[in-house]
């Protein structure tokens, strides 16, 4: 697994952005996959999780009902859309991939971050 994230940007508050992953180890089916995001002097924390099959996804309660995320197997990638986008959502996005929760320690292959700034 070898986890590849795209998509970050410098946004205005209320747009939208799409970040992607791609596992370009092609291992990607049978793995749950997530959304973590770090905040300049702050903790990792999660975002949202979807199950392999896609049948059940969890969001973070300071992300949900703007944020989805998705997953297409045969593509080997998953997205996170996110709309009405606020200055607290300034981080980096890693996604990972390991067993379905919200912890970090469950997720055992990570991507290197895109960074995703919005501005007032």
């Known amino acids: 697994v070898l986890l590849v994230e795209s998509g970050g940007a410098l946004v205005q508050a209320g747009d939208s952005l799409r970040l992607s992953c791609a596992d370009t180890g092609r291992t990607f089916s049978g793995l749950a996959m997530a959304w973590f995001r770090q905040a300049p002097g702050k903790e990792r924390e999660f975002v949202a999780a979807?199950?392999?099959?896609?049948?059940?996804?969890n969001y973070a309660e300071a992300v949900k009902g703007r944020f989805t995320i998705s997953r297409i197997n045969a593509e080997n990638t998953i997205y996170l859309q996110m709309t009405d986008l606020k200055l607290e959502d300034t981080a980096v996005y890693y996604c990972?991939?390991?067993?379905?929760?919200?912890?970090?320690?469950?997720?055992?292959?990570w991507g290197q971050g895109t960074q995703v700034t919005v501005s007032s």
């Open positions: 979807i199950n392999w099959n896609t049948i059940r996804t």
């Open positions: 990972a991939g390991g067993s379905y929760s919200t912890i970090e320690r469950t997720y055992d292959y």
